[in-house]
C-alpha cells in the first residue's frame, strides 16, 4: 500500500507559477506510474499530467499541455507538477494518484489505485 502525500498548493495570481509535490511511502514508489488530478467546485474530477515509472513518458491533458510539466525523482519517492502561466480556471483541488504496473513505459491517464488528499490551488485574476 502506498501512502502520497500533496503539498505546494496555494494562492497565486493569474500568469503565476507553483510547483506541487507528492511525496510517496509505504511501497515501492518506482514500481507505480504517477499521475497528477484536479477537481474544481461543482465539477468532475479530470486528468491532469502522468509519467511512466521510468520517467520515460508523460502525458498531458490539454487544458496543461505547454504549461505544465510532470517530472519524478525516484530516489526521494516525490512526483513534481511544475505549473506555469496559471489562470483562474486552473483554480482546483490537485491530487496525486499512483498505480502499480510492470511496463516501465507507459504514462496512464485512469486506473489509479492509490490517492492523496489533495492540495487547494486558486488562481486569482
Known amino acids: 500500500q502506498v501512502q502520497l502525500v500533496e503539498s505546494g498548493g496555494g494562492l497565486v495570481q493569474a500568469g503565476g507559477s507553483l510547483r506541487l509535490s507528492c511525496a510517496a511511502s509505504?511501497?515501492?514508489?518506482?514500481?507505480?506510474?504517477m499521475g497528477w488530478f484536479r477537481q474544481a467546485p461543482g465539477k468532475e474530477r479530470e486528468f491532469v499530467a502522468a509519467?511512466?515509472?521510468?520517467?520515460?513518458?508523460?502525458d498531458y491533458a490539454d487544458s496543461g499541455k505547454g504549461r505544465f510539466t510532470i517530472s519524478r525523482d525516484n530516489a526521494k519517492n516525490t512526483v513534481y507538477l511544475q505549473m506555469n502561466s496559471l489562470k483562474p480556471e486552473d483554480t482546483a483541488v490537485y491530487y496525486c494518484?499512483?498505480?502499480?504496473?510492470?511496463?516501465?513505459?507507459?504514462?496512464?491517464?485512469?486506473?489509479?489505485?492509490?490517492w492523496g488528499q489533495g492540495t487547494q490551488v486558486t488562481v486569482s485574476s
Open positions: 494518484a499512483g498505480r502499480a504496473v510492470i511496463g516501465s513505459y507507459i504514462a496512464w491517464r485512469s486506473g489509479y489505485d492509490y
Open positions: 509505504g511501497g515501492t514508489f518506482s514500481n507505480c506510474a
Open positions: 509519467i511512466s515509472r521510468n520517467g520515460g513518458s508523460t
